[in-house]
């Protein structure tokens, strides 16, 4: 068999390719600390975004840029009901309408069955 005859191994698993003769792309590594105290670095390439956060390695908390500053909170609008949404549709007194005539039907059901 020839010197470099690969026995026992699967196609595809694993690369043998080297790393010689490769450029690999600019990097630039960017600090972090999150609230806790851990301070940890990202390398992220040269042309990429930073982001303002990044989620702690250890322990999961938000962490922010050590030279940066602290990104604007957006204004979130409250979150629409189900009763909001039906205000926007009908009125108070055509609610009221509607219940009434419901209870009506149910209590004329309960009258037949009795």
């Not at 698993?13 to 600090?31: F, G, I, M």
Request: hydrophobic fraction near 35%; aromatic fraction near 4%; charge should be neutral.
């Amino acid at each position: 068999m020839g010197e470099r005859a690969l026995r026992g191994t699967r196609l595809g698993a694993t690369s043998y390719e080297n790393d010689r003769n490769t450029d690999l792309a600019p990097r630039q590594e960017v600090s972090y600390t999150c609230p806790k105290g851990h301070h940890f670095d990202v390398p992220l390439a040269a042309e990429a975004e930073i982001p303002a956060t990044w989620e702690c390695r250890s322990c999961g908390a938000v962490a922010v840029r050590v030279d940066g500053e602290l990104p604007q909170t957006k204004k979130l609008k409250p979150p629409r009901t189900h009763w909001d949404m039906l205000l926007e549709r009908r009125t108070i007194e055509d609610l009221e309408e509607v219940l009434n005539e419901r209870l009506a039907i149910l209590r004329a059901q309960r009258r037949k069955s009795a």
